[in-house]
Nanobody, 123 residues
Framework: QVQLEESGGGLVQAGGSLTLSCVLS????????MGWFRQTPGKEREWVTS????????YYVDSVKGRFTISRDNAKKTVYLQMNSLKPEDTAVYYC????????????????WGQGTQVTVSS
């Protein structure tokens, strides 16, 4: 079955950068739109960004536009999230998701989730 595994989380100072990776196994990455979500304790999981199956189209929540970049390498079955100019409010568990793109909203309907990776931004 399809499995997603995130890596690259950690502790970083405000203004710093991190790159998250998500590797898919047990399936073909190129049939999925991919996305990243994040969640903090007591809050609902929030969509952050999506990328179409071929990487041709990307979408971002307003709060990360200009700071985060999603990309993918279908041959490596890997999706990346480059996060720059990090802020304390970016602190969350970040989840990778594979699914279907909702074209009029830019979000995705997840079919598979990763286990999450913690990102902590200190002020």
């Amino acid at each position: 079955q399809v499995q997603l595994e995130e890596s690259g989380g950690g502790l970083v100072q405000a203004g710093g950068s991190l790159t998250l990776s998500c590797v898919l196994s047990g399936g073909t990455l190129s049939i999925y739109a991919m996305g990243w979500f994040r969640q903090t304790p007591g809050k609902e999981r929030e969509w952050v960004t999506s990328i179409s199956w071929n990487g041709g189209t990307t979408y971002y929540v307003d709060s990360v536009k200009g700071r985060f970049t999603i990309s993918r390498d279908n041959a490596k079955k890997t999706v990346y999230l480059q996060m720059n100019s990090l802020k304390p409010e970016d602190t969350a568990v970040y989840y990778c998701a594979a699914g279907t793109l909702v074209l009029d909203r830019g979000t995705i309907v997840p079919q598979h989730w990763g286990q999450g990776t913690q990102v902590t931004v200190s002020s």
